[in-house]
């Protein structure tokens, strides 16, 4: 879990009548899941607990999200905008946010759908449910898996030089699949990748 990079004293809690908006954000897919109120105590509690708790409007107390549903949002980071009212906060949900089942309390809210897909995979690493090809893929051990990798490789450069765009649409995808699972058979993950590609763009 990240702590804030800010100073919470020094956070406009004045200017909205105590309490800053804060956003939710997926931390895995990037999605935006829902929008409450922190005020102050409620940002310490949610930095001190690990879970996102928000200050309820209705009933005038600190409310941590998912106290009675089980639902709750294992905190990642807090981050502040450039006017030091408004609040990013980016959570692992367990169960869907939206009261109503959703995942998002926005039914349409873009997220990355790589993201979305090594999160299921790494579940299916850890669950290893019956009937996943998945399932079969990590039982199967991480030279099956390599070799994969490499028959899907060999599939995306033929269909890029002898087929039309959607078989190679097809191939690329099915390529990434199966790097998304070698990645997790050892233990790493698409932010493990992205955190190469950053130092390299850096």
Sequence with gaps: MSKTGFDI?????????????????????????????????????????????????????LWTKGESSGHVLAL???????????????????GPTCHLGRASCFPEAPGDVLSAL???????????????????????????????????????ALAAVAQDDDALLGEASDLLYHLLVLLRARGLGLDDARRVLAARRN
């Excluded at 690990?50 to 107390?61: E, H, P």
């Excluded at 009937?131 to 060999?154: D, M, N, P, W």
């Design 9 to 61: 004293d020094a956070l406009a809690w004045d200017r909205q009548g105590g309490l800053l908006p804060a956003i939710v954000q997926d931390a895995a897919t990037l999605r935006v899941l829902m929008l409450g109120y922190m005020d102050r105590a409620a940002l310490q509690a949610t930095l001190a607990s690990g879970r996102v708790t928000f200050y309820s409007r209705s009933r005038q107390r």
């Design 76 to 94: 990642v980071s807090v981050d502040v905008d450039c006017d030091a009212d408004t609040l990013l906060v980016q959570a692992r949900p367990h």
């Design 118 to 156: 090594d999160a299921l995979i790494a579940r299916r690493a850890q669950e290893r449910p019956q009937g996943s090809y998945t399932t079969r893929l990590f039982e199967a051990g991480i030279h099956r898996i390599a070799q994969k990798v490499g028959e899907e490789g060999v599939e995306t």
